[in-house]
């Protein structure tokens, strides 16, 4: 059955209410058009319960919108949505990413995650390329995917609406790495479901990094704003070199815009509940709005906490991952780097959910709370214990 409007409705009901779900549910196809947005296709998700978030088909199939009854969810930056035609990947010594970054979510890799890195390239055994040379967060971002298909799927008397693609990653004498994303959403849910899996379709062995910056804006992210994860310890903070204390931000509560901030970014060791899962919510008690966020242990190890609270810039991002902060030489040293041959596969299943009203902040916190309580102070001492990463064998 679909929730909608305070009841719960058959899909012969649904059907004798409207000429058409798309009268308050639905995905359709469209083209932005003007500025540096300009020409890329987007796909509009409404699941009726006022869930409504846009996916950029040429940007790697991510979330750009989100917003639940008319509250803003997902960032929009300054930046805005650049088209991928306008994206100089090498620029700025590595730091062109900036100018594409906006969105609810912003996919890091295939084959690098984090700051800009100079890699030995001899397994794609071409002597010209010594390096592969990866600016800050990788390729994939703002690669075109192939639409593969779109639409709504009723079964029974539940209907799904979806999109699935495949983003590819590829050079001739290097990679060649796809990522195949399905997105759904149920109508009657304030869900969205993200599936993917990263495939490398090649016949060089191959390395793989996986991130996602997911970019938390107002009003959810406001002064006051309460992080809630169970973490079982604080292992690192770009900032706890300096006056730990000095910008007035913590880890835990939120303070409100501020000018000349400079980015923080922590990671948490967080601890999975009975099913392996780790979830993660940012919500805002005064206006009783949160955003969830569900992860698998198994595949995103390591988690970061982005705080980007510059006026004009205000956001905060939930970010897991494949591997540690440290980045790719950390991973490749301590034989955490992921090798796929042909035909290997990594998949990702990833819940973000809309928390609406006091009750389900409660019970998220609850849920959370029981799998493990996090630190009681906004600065704990970061740890530096970097648990070893399983599974993982280092390869040449």
């Given at each position: 059955m679909v929730d909608l409007f305070g009841r719960r409705m058959s899909r012969r009901a649904v059907a004798a209410h409207c000429g058409a779900l798309s009268q308050f549910a639905g995905v359709r196809l469209m083209t932005l058009g003007d500025g540096v947005e300009r020409g890329i296709?987007?796909?509009?998700?409404?699941?009726?319960?006022?869930?409504?978030?846009?996916?950029?088909?040429?940007?790697?199939?991510?979330?750009?919108?989100?917003?639940?009854?008319?509250?803003?969810?997902?960032?929009?930056?300054?930046?805005?949505?650049?088209?991928?035609?306008?994206?100089?990947?090498?620029?700025?010594?590595?730091?062109?990413?900036?100018?594409?970054?906006?969105?609810?979510?912003?996919?890091?890799?295939?084959?690098?995650?984090?700051?800009?890195?100079?890699?030995?390239?001899?397994?794609?055994?071409?002597?010209?390329?010594?390096?592969?040379?990866?600016?800050?967060?990788?390729?994939?971002?703002?690669?075109?995917?192939?639409?593969?298909?779109?639409?709504?799927?009723?079964?029974?008397?539940?209907?799904?609406?979806?999109?699935?693609?495949?983003?590819?990653?590829?050079?001739?004498?290097?990679?060649?790495?796809?990522?195949?994303?399905?997105?759904?959403?149920?109508?009657?849910?304030?869900?969205?479901?993200?599936?993917?899996?990263?495939?490398?379709?090649?016949?060089?062995?191959?390395?793989?990094?996986?991130?996602?910056?997911?970019?938390?804006?107002?009003?959810?992210?406001?002064?006051?704003?309460?992080?809630?994860?169970?973490?079982?310890?604080?292992v690192w903070a770009a900032h706890a070199g300096d006056d730990y204390r000095k910008q007035g931000a913590g880890y835990r509560t939120l303070p409100a815009p501020q000018m000349n901030f400079h980015e923080q970014v922590w990671q948490h060791e967080m601890v999975a509940d009975a099913a392996g899962e780790v979830p993660v919510a940012l919500v805002n008690d005064a206006v009783g709005l949160g955003f969830e966020v569900v992860t698998r242990k198994d595949q995103f190890p390591c988690q970061y906490q982005w705080q980007n609270l510059q006026s004009g810039q205000y956001a905060m991002g939930i970010e897991p991952s494949t591997n540690h902060v440290l980045g790719k030489p950390f991973a490749r040293e301590r034989g955490e780097l992921i090798w796929l041959d042909h035909g290997d596969e990594r998949r990702y299943d990833t819940v973000l959910r809309i928390l609406d009203g006091g009750a389900a902040i409660a019970g998220s916190e609850a849920r959370i709370r029981a799998i493990a309580p996090q630190p009681d102070t906004d600065y704990p001492e970061p740890t530096g214990d970097y648990r070893p990463i399983a599974g993982r064998g280092a390869r040449a």
């Open positions: 296709r987007m796909l509009e998700f409404r699941t009726g319960t006022g869930l409504r978030f846009t996916v950029l088909v040429d940007r790697a199939l991510d979330i750009a919108d989100c917003e639940h009854k008319g509250r803003a969810v997902g960032w929009n930056s300054p930046a805005g949505f650049r088209h991928p035609g306008l994206h100089d990947y090498e620029g700025e010594g590595g730091l062109a990413w900036l100018r594409s970054f906006s969105g609810l979510i912003v996919t890091c890799g295939l084959d690098h995650i984090l700051f800009m890195d100079d890699d030995d390239a001899s397994h794609y055994v071409y002597r010209p390329r010594e390096t592969v040379s990866s600016s800050l967060h990788g390729r994939i971002g703002t690669i075109p995917a192939r639409l593969t298909g779109y639409g709504e799927r009723w079964d029974g008397d539940e209907c799904t609406l979806w999109c699935e693609g495949v983003v590819q990653q590829s050079t001739v004498f290097g990679e060649d790495l796809h990522l195949i994303r399905r997105i759904e959403a149920k109508v009657g849910s304030d869900e969205i479901r993200l599936h993917d899996r990263v495939v490398n379709h090649g016949f060089y062995r191959t390395p793989h990094m996986y991130c996602y910056h997911i970019n938390v804006g107002h009003p959810v992210l406001a002064e006051g704003s309460r992080y809630l994860a169970p973490i079982a310890e604080t």
